[in-house]
């Protein structure tokens, strides 16, 4: 290509580029970040589980981290853990956790002193929901 080839080319490139580039940018497509809910996906089964992280009066707790250990496969053998911490509604979400495990899955959430846990067997309930209260720890 000659110059003025590249030049029209590019100028092209823009012109086709800048609507895409602009919806992106504002207006009624657009996501506030911190509103978007964290995933993590384990990757070895089809199983979801929701959170709502709040503190002891209900309000929703930004930051707060939930963890869990799966011990999955023949005699759990594989492990596998896992974290995610929660966007300003106090959500977060795992996907892809198994729906076989021998001992189900214990959900862990802290936030600075506060923890809560919650159980899920994915046997009985592969697509649940949780919404876990974060108390003081005691010392």
């Not at 092209?12 to 809910?37: E, F, H, I, R, Y």
Request: net charge positive.
């Amino acid at each position: 290509m000659s110059l003025t080839g590249n030049r029209l080319f590019f100028a092209m490139v823009l012109a086709l580029g800048s609507p895409v580039l602009c919806l992106g940018q504002g207006g009624n497509g657009q996501t506030d970040p911190s509103k978007v809910v964290p995933l993590i996906d384990g990757g070895i089964g089809p199983c979801t589980a929701d959170f709502t992280i709040t503190d002891s009066a209900g309000a929703p707790l930004y930051g707060a981290k939930v963890k869990v250990h799966i011990a999955y496969g023949f005699v759990g053998a594989r492990k596998l853990d896992l974290e995610v911490g929660t966007n300003v509604d106090g959500r977060a979400r795992f996907t892809g956790l198994p729906d076989r495990v021998k001992r189900g899955f214990y959900f862990h959430a802290t936030e600075g002193d506060r923890s809560g846990e919650a159980f899920d067997d994915p046997s009985n309930t592969c697509k649940t929901a949780f919404t876990i209260q974060l108390q003081k720890n005691k010392q």
